[in-house]
């Protein structure tokens, strides 16, 4: 007889984890352990320095994709996990995926869609809490579409008034987005800052204004520079991109 599979991660070891800079990973998609991960070197965005290149400000600006927040979490993560042309193997484990699932249930992992129609093309998943985001993976299976579920996460992050992106490991493709490389130590000075005080409302009600159904909550906020300008535009693409070109 084969023995059970270890549990998931509960949640709220997972969130302390990550409100001491530190994550979890495994060696493969099938494999039931896990490790925990203290980078020496990490990679943020900071949200001030987000520039989409002139591609992605067309495919941003003409809503080329219809994007949502927590539409299809499960759809992103599994997305996420599968394998890649230049990479067959996953670290994000059958565990790991369960672990981000309850997790995403307790309200604390969120997950951007690009949709092209009904057809998932595109996104992202990560954790958030007070005001860090930690994004964990994004996918893309068509021009730009991770790129853009990005841009409407920046601009939402800003408007809600949040202050970390981490994006855990530097890589080639996220430099041309505008990621730095800090040492962990620094990392965890900027997530000290981030964690004492509260964003100035929830990811979904910035979110839901920088798409045009929002209740005004974001715009009013004084945490929030950039809001003021944004939510005039005609379209929800045009609010995105004029929220990313505002200065605090």
């Not at 990973?25 to 494999?31: I, L, V």
């Not at 990679?43 to 219809?66: E, G, M, N």
């Not at 093309?121 to 809490?129: D, N, S």
Request: aromatic share 8%.
């Amino acid at each position: 007889m084969h023995g059970s599979h270890p549990p998931p991660i509960a949640p709220d070891l997972l969130l302390q984890a990550y409100r001491l800079g530190i994550f979890p990973m495994s060696d493969a998609r099938d494999d039931p352990d896990i490790f925990w991960v203290e980078p020496k070197r990490r990679a943020i965005i900071p949200l001030d320095r987000f520039r989409p290149s002139r591609s992605l400000a067309k495919a941003i600006r003409q809503d080329r994709y219809r994007v949502t927040l927590d539409e299809d979490f499960d759809g992103v993560i599994a997305a996420c996990a599968s394998p890649r042309a230049d990479h067959a193997e996953s670290w994000i484990s059958q565990r790991i995926a369960a672990s981000y699932r309850l997790l995403h249930a307790a309200g604390h992992a969120h997950s951007v869609e690009c949709w092209d129609g009904e057809r998932l093309v595109g996104g992202l998943y990560g954790v958030a809490f007070d005001r860090v985001f930690c994004g964990e993976s994004m996918f893309a299976r068509a021009d730009n579409a991770s790129k853009v579920a990005l841009a409407w996460l920046v601009a939402a992050l800003r408007r809600a008034g949040f202050t970390l992106l981490d994006c855990q490991f530097m890589t080639a493709h996220l430099a041309t987005l505008g990621a730095i490389e800090l040492a962990q130590a620094d990392y965890v000075s900027l997530l000290d800052v981030a964690r004492s005080a509260p964003p100035a409302c929830s990811l979904a009600e910035a979110f839901g204004e920088l798409a045009g159904r929002g209740d005004g909550l974001a715009r009013s906020s004084p945490a929030s520079p950039d809001a003021a300008g944004a939510g005039a535009s005609s379209s929800p693409g045009k609010r995105i991109l004029q929220s990313l070109t505002q200065t605090s």
